[in-house]
């Protein structure tokens, strides 16, 4: 199987000025890129050859299960987004309120996790078989499917996610992130 890139659900320079034309031209058409082309060339010849995304992110080691949950976390943290955004709808933000308190503390919690995680990685709100909502902080390519968990959201938290337009500050670009969160695409993952 090969694997090609996602389609953008709206134009490169429409996440402006949250989101500038020219991170999305690196982050989605170089380094996403770079993922799909890499996985393209790592698995033939092995069992992951004609697999989907989600079974090698949830299986595999290594760089195949690098490349891939790269390629999966970028596309569901692209599609994610929105240069429309609307308000919580009314089912979400009783869910947020249900596991955080309020929709204001789970953005808050949210936001400080992205801020706080070390290094590079990811920060998701997950359901659990439950459906309660929690948030996981994942280095690297981890992804909370190898646990189990649904993704609902996420914001990559690598620096290339932000240093075009945010240089060094990433609480900025968390900020900025508010601003772009598709929250109908949310709602329907829980």
Known sequence: MTHTMPELPYLMEALAPHMSKETLDYHY???????????????????????TLEEMVCKAEGPVFNNAAQAWNHT??????????TDIPASLADL???????????KEAFSKAA???FGS???WLVADAEGKLSIKAESNAGNPLRQGLKPVLVIDVWEH???????????AFVEAFWHLVD??????RC
């Open 29 to 51: 058409g170089k380094h996403l890129q770079t993922y799909v082309d890499n996985l393209n060339k790592l698995i033939p010849g092995t069992p992951y050859e004609n697999s």
């Open 76 to 85: 569901f943290f692209f599609q994610s987004l929105t240069p429309a955004q």
């Open 96 to 106: 947020l309120t249900r596991d955080f308190g309020s929709v204001e503390a789970f």
């Open 115 to 117: 801020v706080g995680l």
């Open 121 to 123: 990685g990811w920060v």
């Open 161 to 171: 996610a932000y240093y075009i337009d945010y240089r060094n500050r990433r609480a």
């Open 183 to 188: 929250w109908g695409k949310v709602a329907a």
